[in-house]
């Protein structure tokens, strides 16, 4: 699903962000990405994403080199991963339905469709009830489970979360990683940054390890600082993400 090979990323202003980062998370693998701020985190996501680009190396997502993807294709290679930011970026002046909506609308889907998908996504994070809310009448849990509504509405493959729950306390929290799990559950890969270390030393998943640009450690969190099991295919599935549960 995602694989890096001597991946570098240098931003304009000389920073070295990335120094040669390898790495391979399999379709239906949960996993963690931790570390210092700045140590590089974002960046990789962003590079997956197609928000930056490498400087050097190969990325590979879902089969495909994003080296070799031309600026006009980005949309259709962003259509096949749901992001999800710490500030869940909604759109204050419109209602929550309007916000999940958003990235059916731009990929052209019919009005009814539309309509079914959102309140599908909505009832998954619990939130039916409030599709002609605004964002600001939430709370900022519900807020963040809008944002999870909006990345999952289109059924993407792949999900990748900037530090999910940094602004929510940890019952919160907690909530919001049960989500990702059932999303886990039938199939869907995701791959989430965060500096939260109670919480990841709850969760027994995957965490790569960053720090000054490089992948330090790959192991599985509760062996983390006890042993150093290093983790390596275990985590792969064969579940089927077009299953999405609700979803149909
Ligand atoms: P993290 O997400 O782990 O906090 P980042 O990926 O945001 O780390 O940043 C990695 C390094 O790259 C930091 O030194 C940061 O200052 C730098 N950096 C991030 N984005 C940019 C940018 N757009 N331009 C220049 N430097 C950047």
């Known amino acids: 699903m ?3 090979a001597e991946v570098s990323k240098r931003y304009p202003n000389g920073q070295d962000a990335l120094r040669k980062v390898n790495l391979k998370i399999d379709s239906g693998e949960m996993a963690f990405l931790t570390g210092h701020s700045g140590a590089g985190k974002s960046t990789m996501l962003k590079l997956i ?3 930056e680009r490498a ?3 190969q990325v590979i997502i879902n089969g495909k080199n994003l080296n070799r993807i031309k600026s006009r294709k980005i949309p259709s290679i962003r259509r096949d991963i749901g992001m ?4 869940h970026r909604l759109l204050f002046d419109r209602s929550v339905f309007d916000n999940v909506a958003l990235p059916l609308m731009i990929a052209g889907y019919p009005h009814r469709e539309i309509g079914r998908r959102v309140r599908a996504a909505l009832d998954k994070v619990g939130l039916l009830s409030k599709e002609k809310s605004t964002p600001i009448m ?3 849990g519900e807020q963040q489970r809008v944002g999870i509504a909006r990345a999952v509405v289109n059924k993407p493959p792949l999900l990748l979360a900037d530090e999910p729950t940094g602004n929510l ?3 919160l929290s907690a909530e919001i990683m049960k989500l990702f799990e059932q999303f886990n559950q039938v199939g869907v890969s995701l791959l989430i940054a ?3 270390l109670s919480l990841l030393a709850k969760m027994n998943y995957r965490t790569l390890v960053m720090k000054e640009g490089q992948l330090v450690q790959d192991a599985v969190e509760s062996a983390i600082g006890g042993g150093n099991r290093f983790s390596d295919d275990s985590f792969s599935s064969n579940n089927d993400p077009e299953n999405y549960g609700e979803f149909s």
């Open 49 to 51: 994403c197609l928000m």
């Open 169 to 171: 306390d940890p019952e």
């Open 194 to 196: 965060s500096h939260d």
């Open 84 to 87: 999800i930011f710490q500030d």
């Open 2 to 4: 995602i694989e890096f």
């Open 55 to 57: 400087t050097s190396g």
């Open 138 to 140: 939430l709370s900022g």
